[in-house]
């Protein structure tokens, strides 16, 4: 790699966004400095918003790209899906960092955020969301250094290869641990959430989830770098990791029927009403569609990939704001929605990583050819 | 296990909030100006100051109005759901059956709140630094604000003139509480909070329907930390599992690959 | 109260009307829960709203404001038709066997002797005397002479059959029928009822009557003196009944001895020949009297100048009451104001008339914890300072934990308190506040003045030397009694009071509660001792007047030989030669228990419990008037209104006419538990205002619906004299009544809001009429018309 030299090329829509992400910045300071009561429309009935609902549960999932590409180029090594792989990663580190924000902004004791390193609530689900998302974020952190050091402190780059095994095989297991926990939240609201999704299964529905959005979010990022970045990945390379998602959809699809049918709770399906409605746009749009675009001819075309990507992703965000929200909502009732500053740093962060994407994609080794990670 | 109780026997409840007010004083909490509320019940929900309320409600009996209260707190389960969603320890079930809060642990993540089957932690919205709040039962570890841990009764049981809220041993509470169900045909035969959530320590009975006062009674008899134990007693067993498994698919692949490599061959979906 | 709250856990059947014990004596509930959970006792509420007490009730009697007498005298008649009534104690303990003038009668609504007076009814009491062989009143024992009480009342309660009370009331015929059954069986001997009454009965232009109606009722019962029973008027403030007792109404000296009239009481010979009775225990009154001149005028008063007789102050006739005061000074004859612990900015009735003439004082001063609405009248919403020429003080009151001294409750318990916090800042106790106050006053009449001798000749001498407070002790001795030169020693009880200047008495009822108890070696009202025979009396446990007597009246405890008349509730029991007792006797021990049984009221000359009584000044018995705005026509008789009435003059005695289609709403005002009163403490606490923060009306739902109101929506509340703005609270705990098979709807209000303090809210009073009870004066504001629209 050449020297040390640093671009970022300024056009509108960067500008704009930008913009947002300092907006999101200047709310970040003023929530921390006045609380949350000023900021979000949280309150009593509703503790959990759009903060931790989209930022958190929804980030984490759509950042699965990360470790999907990642059991599937590092682990079983399937080579031929090494191109999209850093910027898979990459896209994935930035995700949870932006969960980490999000989580931080959304903590009222964030001074307090280190407590569970020391005082373990071991039998909370939430500690071992929080432990494998730290300690998965911090590893992404240092693969990415694998990459930094490609043009940065370079001494650094040979010590991190070496343990670069290591790292994937726990960035693997780490996500699959805490993307399943993440819905192990929610087994807690055994009566409160709504039958549509409450199931003793929802972890595997989780960590299920969160292993097919990867291929979707490749399909998009890839689309999207392509276009601006000129980065080009073939169709055939992203069908078969379609089909791969399509497939593991399709297990979805029938664990989520069966288990609806072990606990008689097919009859809401068709009820009527929102939760009905919920869900049967999360499935048919977000599952059922994208089975079928992957193993039709469609998906041989940008078109078809593009769209089983934005379905299945869609797919993804409307489940869990469907746990989140809507399956909620007749036990806590009317009562929230989100404020304009919930709402303004949620876009402002999203923003952020964006950029943050752009600005390491135009200066590190994320796009182009580059060998597969080796042990030295 | 022996475990302090309070037995709610709402057929006495006079709505007098002399237990709401000995609450507010006895743990120094701040008065608020609440909202308007048509069943006169003010505040009308705990929050991040009020740890406990008597809700006023007009409703029928035998096709007659009739008025009853239910003061409502914490119910201080026997296998705390907020405990166990606490990744940080700051809630935590003493050996008398208090469930007390530590705010020096606290994160503020809130989910105590969304675990909590009767919705009870609320948290101070309006603080910069806002922690939780919920009845304490009267149990303080520092001391300040401590009398069960004194041996004595809660304030708001000393306080209530109608001897509607009685404290002992939860087993002679529940045997007071089907003693008066089983003599007095107006009661409902349920003593709310025996089975809930796998039991609670504070018990209610009553002559009208329980959800007269929004008591969620779809609530499961399974202690709710049974379902996560259920789901994160695979931890283990997964981290080796699968831990195993992709060392194992790492260098298995990596060499198939290593020897494949010029193929250009690709394992097949 | 005849009875005392602990003594509740011995009834069998509460009647509880007029009161909201579970808001206003939230204690007293507990023992009617005990009675309803240990006896299997009953609980009848009567009342226009579902009140908290009804949590309690077995029946609950939804009644139209201003009916109680119709409800009451309705359950007599069927007492008396179904003979269920308690015979002997009729016979033997009330005036039923007497005869009545036989020219007394009832025509139209009005008893014989009325006169026209200024468009109200002045009556002539001559035929409503007793007849008389010479001093011995005539009797009937058979009760069946046509002109014994017991058939005159027979009589006049026949016209409240069920469906007369029932069209009056808007009670439901059955539900009515049950309430008759429920409470008719108490007058057997064995069972007790009780009347547990408060400001729902008192505060009518028919206030006096209707608590006649309950008294009588328990006469006919025989539920009067016994365990369990009782006529229990809930008292207000906490030491309202030592207050009453001190003489805080303007008819009375301390000890209910009546304040001498400037026509009728030339000198103190005049007053005690007027005023004493030939018969009862008032025949001491002269004792009573002679003593409590000495307690107020020491040694200078003296056999030869009437012990200072001339010195009292007194009536001349005209209304010193409450309203009769602001009427006064509206008209510009007031010129300075005490108000001294009292809020009438809020708590009077017709308050913005009040405020209004609190401008015409050319002082003010107020002694008070708070800023008050009254202490700040002159800065009330709608007030221009600038306008308002009296000069206001305030005067910074200590609390009652802030001071010393003692409370009667409504049980007659007289208990010592003792100081729990000094008083912040500035604040003094009242106390000091009237004694520097009184020594200030003295000193300058101590120059001469107009008529100095009541000041200073006036016994104050309570400095305690070291000590910033009075002598605190001193004064509850000298209320107490004390024999002259023996000023250490309170007196035991006042049979040993004289009239020739020997003996020193504050108040006569209250001799003993100061005297030591040699047991516990301390005086009687500081005593806590909690022996106790079993039955709840608690002896030793304070004391209560008169003489530590726990149940008054209780010689009808046991019949005429002495026999308790439920063994179980044993309180005396003549054993052949001597009583058992559980309680002070109301009757001499050493007499049989026949003697004692033929006078067992002793504070009533004829000894008789009066079913008749030619006391009040509206009629011997309760009959049903309208509230002065009523949307009904009297359907019993063709006399509309209380007939003496006292409306006093002005915008605020305005009311609506009878039929007036823009006020067809009954409003009726009530407590509630988080306020106190005016809510002048209360509204100034953050946690009690926390919990009663809003001004509402209770309204029906189908006047909501009527109306276009919502759950809490402010509306306007308007009589024919102002209107007010508050919100709306729908709730089934008012609801509609059929009057005469129309339907009528009640509207209820608290009154504890105003423009000061943290929780504020309009005022109540300031819809209610200046009319009053003939007798007393009390105000009406139980029962007025409104109109109700969305704001
Ligand atoms: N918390 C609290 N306690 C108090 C007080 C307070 O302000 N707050 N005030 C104290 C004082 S000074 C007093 S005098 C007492 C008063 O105590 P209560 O008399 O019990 O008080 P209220 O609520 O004024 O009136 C009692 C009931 O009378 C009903 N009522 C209205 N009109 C009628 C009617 O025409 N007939 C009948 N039968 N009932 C009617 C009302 O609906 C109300 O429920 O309370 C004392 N205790
Ligand atoms: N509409 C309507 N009006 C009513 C009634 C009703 O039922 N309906 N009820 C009536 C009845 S029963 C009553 S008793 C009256 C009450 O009417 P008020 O007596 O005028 O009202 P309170 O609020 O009791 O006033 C007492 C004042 O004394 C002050 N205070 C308290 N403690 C002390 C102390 O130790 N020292 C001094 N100096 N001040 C002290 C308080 O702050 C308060 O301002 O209202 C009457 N008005
Ligand atoms: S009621 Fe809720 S807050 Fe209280 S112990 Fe049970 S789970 Fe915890
Ligand atoms: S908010 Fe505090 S108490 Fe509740 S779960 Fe989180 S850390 Fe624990
Ligand atoms: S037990 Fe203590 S903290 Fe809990 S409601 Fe009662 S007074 Fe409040
Ligand atoms: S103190 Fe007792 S009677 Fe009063 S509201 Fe509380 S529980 Fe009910
Ligand atoms: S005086 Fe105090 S303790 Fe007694 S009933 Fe009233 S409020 Fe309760
Ligand atoms: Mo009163």
């Known amino acids: 790699m050449a020297a040390q030299k640093w671009s970022f090329k300024m056009t509108p829509v960067r500008m704009v966004m930008l913009a947002l992400a300092a907006l999101a910045v200047a709310i970040a300071i003023y929530r921390l400095a006045t609380g949350l009561g000023t900021t979000t429309n949280l309150n009593d009935q509703w503790p959990w918003g759009l903060w931790i609902g989209f930022d958190v549960l929804t980030g984490v999932a759509l950042a699965g790209g990360g470790y999907s590409t990642a059991l599937l180029v590092h682990i079983m090594h399937i080579n031929k899906f090494n191109v999209i792989a850093r910027s898979a990663m990459l896209t994935s580190m930035l995700g949870y960092l932006l969960v980490m924000v999000g989580l931080f902004l959304d903590i009222g004791q964030w001074f307090n955020f280190w407590r569970p390193f020391v005082s373990w609530g071991y039998h909370s689900v939430l500690f071992e969301v929080f432990w494998c998302v730290s300690l998965y974020t911090m590893i992404q952190v240092i693969e990415f250094g694998e990459i930094a050091t490609e043009k940065v402190a370079k001494s650094w780059h040979k010590p991190i290869k070496r343990i670069m095994p290591v790292l994937l095989i726990l960035g693997v297991l780490l996500p699959t641990m805490h993307q399943s926990s993440l819905g192990g939240l929610y087994i807690i609201e055994v009566g409160k959430l709504h039958p549509l999704w409450w199931s003793p299964l929802i972890p595997l529905f989780f960590m299920m989830s969160s292993f097919f959005v990867g291929p979707a979010m490749v399909t998009i990022e890839t689309t999207l770098a392509g276009k601006a970045l000129g980065h080009h990945v073939e169709n055939s390379i992203l069908r078969s990791l379609v089909r791969i998602a399509g497939s593991l959809m399709v297990i979805y699809l029938a664990l989520r029927i069966i288990d609806l049918a072990n606990r008689s709770a097919l009859g809401y399906v068709f009820a009527g009403g929102l939760e009905s409605n919920m869900f049967l746009l999360e499935m048919v749009a977000g599952v059922i569609i994208p089975i079928i675009i992957a193993f039709s001819p469609w998906s041989a075309s940008r078109s078809g990939l593009v769209t089983f990507g934005v379905l299945t992703a869609s797919g993804v965000v409307i489940n869990r704001m469907n746990v989140v929200f809507t399956g909620m909502y007749q036990a806590l009732g009317p009562g929230y929605f989100p404020s304009w500053m919930e709402w303004a740093v949620t876009i402002g962060l999203v923003c952020g990583a964006v950029l943050a994407y752009l600005f390491i994609a135009e200066n590190f080794n994320i796009l182009g050819n580059h060998e597969e990670h080796e042990p030295a | ?269 | 109260m005849t009875n005392h709250f602990i003594d509740y856990q011995h009834t069998d059947v509460f009647l509880m009307i007029g009161s909201n014990s579970a808001e206003n004596h939230p204690q007293s509930m507990r023992w009617i829960g005990k009675a309803k959970r240990n006896r299997g006792a009953k609980m009848i509420v009567a009342d226009p709203r579902l009140t908290k007490s009804t949590v309690y009730a077995d029946i609950f009697a939804r009644h139209r404001p201003g009916t109680d007498i119709p409800f009451l005298l309705g359950i007599m008649k069927y007492a008396i038709e179904n003979n269920l009534y308690h015979k002997e104690y009729v016979a033997d303990f009330t005036n039923a066997s007497f005869l009545v003038n036989s020219e007394f009668g009832f025509t139209e609504g009005l008893f014989s002797g009325a006169q026209d007076k200024d468009g109200k009814v002045k009556y002539d009491k001559a035929t409503w005397q007793y007849q008389k062989d010479g001093e011995t009143v005539k009797k009937d024992p058979t009760l069946q002479h046509p002109n014994c009480v017991f058939q005159l009342l027979k009589k006049h309660v026949s016209r409240y059959d069920i469906k007369t009370v029932s069209s009056i009331t808007g009670v439901p015929e059955d539900v009515y029928r049950k309430v008759c059954e429920t409470y008719a069986a108490t007058g057997a001997p064995e069972k007790s009822g009780n009347i547990i009454y408060a400001m729902g009965i008192t505060q009518h232009t028919t206030g006096t009557q209707n608590v006649r109606a309950i008294a009588m009722l328990q006469l006919l019962l025989g539920n009067i003196g016994k365990p369990g029973g009782g006529v229990n008027a809930q008292r207000g403030e906490s030491n309202v009944q030592g207050s009453t007792d001190l003489a805080m109404l303007s008819h009375l000296l301390p000890g209910y001895l009546g304040v001498p009239n400037a026509t009728k009481h030339k000198n103190l010979q005049d007053y005690i020949e007027i005023e004493t009775p030939a018969a009862g225990y008032w025949t001491n009154k002269p004792n009573f009297m002679v003593s409590l001149l000495k307690a107020f005028y020491g040694e200078y008063a003296t056999n030869e100048n009437d012990f200072g007789f001339d010195w009292l102050p007194k009536v001349d006739g005209k209304n010193r009451t409450h309203m009769g005061i602001f009427q006064e000074m509206m008209e510009g004859n007031v010129k300075g104001f005490f108000a001294w612990g009292q809020n009438p900015a809020v708590g009077g009735p017709g308050a913005n008339y009040e405020r209004k003439a609190m401008e015409k004082l050319d002082w003010l001063v107020t002694v008070d914890l708070f800023e008050t609405e009254t202490a700040a009248f002159w800065h009330a919403p709608g007030v221009k300072p600038e306008d308002v020429q009296t000069e206001c003080f305030l005067l910074p009151a200590a609390f009652s934990y802030e001071k010393q001294g003692t409370v009667t409750n409504s049980g007659r318990w007289i208990q010592w308190r003792y100081q729990a916090v000094n008083p912040p800042g500035e604040a003094k106790s009242d106390l000091w506040i009237a004694d520097e106050l009184f020594k200030a006053v003295k000193k300058e009449y101590q120059n001469g003045g107009k008529f100095p001798e009541p000041i200073v000749n006036m016994l104050w001498d309570y400095d305690k030397p070291g000590h910033e407070e009075p002598d605190i002790e001193k004064i509850a001795v000298e209320i107490n009694g004390y024999e002259v030169g023996k000023e250490d020693t309170a007196l035991a009880s006042f049979g040993q009071l004289k009239d020739d200047g020997s003996t020193v008495c504050g108040m006569w009822i209250y001799t003993g509660y100061m005297a030591i108890d040699k047991d516990m070696n301390m005086p009687n009202c500081k005593r806590r001792s909690l022996e106790d025979s079993g039955l709840g009396s608690f002896l030793k446990y304070s004391f209560s007047w008169p003489l530590n007597r726990r149940i008054i009246y209780n010689r009808c405890a046991a019949d005429m030989d002495g026999n308790p008349w439920d063994p179980q509730r044993a309180l005396f029991k003549w054993d052949g030669n001597k009583w058992i007792s559980n309680d002070v006797p109301d009757f001499s021990k050493t007499k049989t228990p026949q003697e004692s049984g033929a006078f067992p009221f002793i504070m009533l000359p004829e000894g008789h419990g009066r079913l008749f009584a030619s006391g009040p000044v509206d009629g011997p018995f309760p009959e049903h008037y309208e509230p002065m705005e009523s949307p009904a026509q009297n359907i019993i008789s063709k006399q509309q209104n209380a007939p003496c009435a006292n409306v006093f003059k002005g915008d605020w005695a305005k009311v609506a006419k009878l039929g007036d289609s823009n006020y067809p709403i009954v409003a009726t005002t009530h407590r509630s538990i988080e306020h106190y009163q005016s809510g002048a403490v209360t509204r100034n606490c953050p946690t009690l205002a926390e919990i009663g923060p809003y001004m509402y009306v209770s309204i029906s739902e189908g006047l909501a619906q009527e109306k276009g109101i919502q759950p809490g929506d402010d509306v306007w509340v308007e009589t024919v004299r102002a209107k007010i703005k508050c919100k709306a609270s729908v709730l089934p705990v008012v609801k509609p009544v059929m009057i005469n098979g129309k339907k009528v709807e009640i509207v209820g209000m608290p009154w504890c809001f105003g423009y000061q303090g943290i929780a504020t809210g309009a005022i109540a009073n300031d819809l209610v009429p200046a009319v009053g009870d003939g007798n007393t004066s009390i105000q009406e504001s139980k029962a007025f018309l409104v109109n109700i629209t969305k704001a």
């Not at chain 2, 910069?128 to 009267?138: G, H, R």
């Not at chain 2, 003139?161 to 409902?188: C, H, S």
């Not at chain 2, 002559?207 to 996560?228: C, H, M, Q, S, W």
């Open chain 2, 1 to 269: 296990m022996l475990s302090k109780s309070v037995l709610v026997d709402l057929t006495r409840c006079t709505g007098c909030k002399a237990c709401q007010t000995a609450c507010k004083q006895w743990n120094d909490l701040p008065a608020t100006f609440p909202e308007f509320d048509n069943n006169l019940t003010f505040p009308s929900k705990t929050d991040g100051n009020t740890y406990t309320i008597v809700e006023h409600r007009v409703t029928e009996k035998d096709g007659q109005d009739v008025m009853r209260f239910a003061k409502t707190q914490c119910l201080h389960c026997l296998e705390p759901a907020c405990v166990s969603a606490c990744f940080a320890k700051a809630l935590q079930k003493t050996p008398e059956g208090p469930i007390v809060y530590y705010s020096n642990l606290c994160v503020g993540c809130r989910y105590c709140m969304l675990a909590c089957p009767f919705g009870v932690p609320k948290f101070e919205w309006d603080e910069v630094f806002p922690l939780i709040a919920k009845c304490q039962y009267c149990f303080d570890p520092n001391g300040k604000y401590d009398r069960v841990g004194h041996g004595q009764q809660p304030a708001c049981v000393d306080t209530c003139p109608n001897g509607t809220l009685i404290f002992g041993e939860r087993e002679d509470m529940l045997k007071e509480a089907w003693q008066r169900i089983n003599g007095d045909a107006k009661y409902v035969k349920h003593v709310y909070g025996e089975k809930e959530a796998g039991g609670t320590n504070w018990l209610y009975i009553s002559d009208v329907p329980f959800e007269a006062f929004g008591f969620r009674t779809n609530i499961t008899e399974k202690p709710l930390p049974e379902y996560t134990h259920e789901y994160l007693k695979w931890t283990p067993p997964l981290i080796a599992t699968w831990g195993g498994l992709l060392t194992l698919m790492y260098f298995y692949t990596k060499r198939r690959s290593d020897v494949a490599k010029d193929d250009s061959k690709d394992i097949g979906v």
